[in-house]
């Protein structure tokens, strides 16, 4: 004679697989990550890849990452990580740095008017960048504000505003760091912070010159691998 499962050991079944079910699913989300984490760094391989071409024609690196659409990069999707749950509308996350999005400013979280008329530069087609561009054309907010604190010098603003208008972009701000600072080999010119915003992972970094991805803390100058 058949009969089926009591109440209790229902019970015991499903803690069993509920059990179960809390051990995996950890795994599971790690692997995914894992598998986001790949395709974002094949992204910034491609982007290196489009980068190298456009500075054998122009000699020198675009103004924006979005100028490179659809000429050197045939898509924009690969400007978006799939780790950012906002698919690049709301730009690279973090909200001190809005000289760094490539997006429409007005879509830049906290960022209002008279937006800066750098802007304008960019390919205005392209409306998602889930990264931040480090030379931009764009104030390098980090750097006007430790020279406004006296992190740096005159000297220092001198070095770094090569185009004497008293005011030091992204750009400019990076390639003083290469030059004086003696950090080429590991300077960023494009980073993803979203594997660190949402799963506490480290940067990755596409490098400038020779375009390698490498990872590091939030602050790459002295936490880099």
Known sequence: ???????????VVIAIISMLAGQIMPSLSTAREKGRQANCINNLHQIGIA???????YDDYPTWLSIMVPSYLATDKIFICLTDRYRGITGHGNPQFPGGNDIPPSQIPGYSPPYEPEFAYRNPNVTACSYIYEFSPCTCEWFMQGYASG??????LNQADTNRDGKVSWKEAKLWQASYQGLSDTLPIVRCFWHTYNYGQKVLNLAYKDYHVFTSRMYWENSSD
Do not use: A, I
Request: glycine content about 4%.
């Open 1 to 11: 004679m058949k009969r089926g499962f009591t109440l209790v050991e229902l019970l």
């Open 51 to 57: 980068m190298e071409m456009y500075y054998q024609d």
């Open 151 to 156: 992190t740096y010098t005159d000297t220092d």
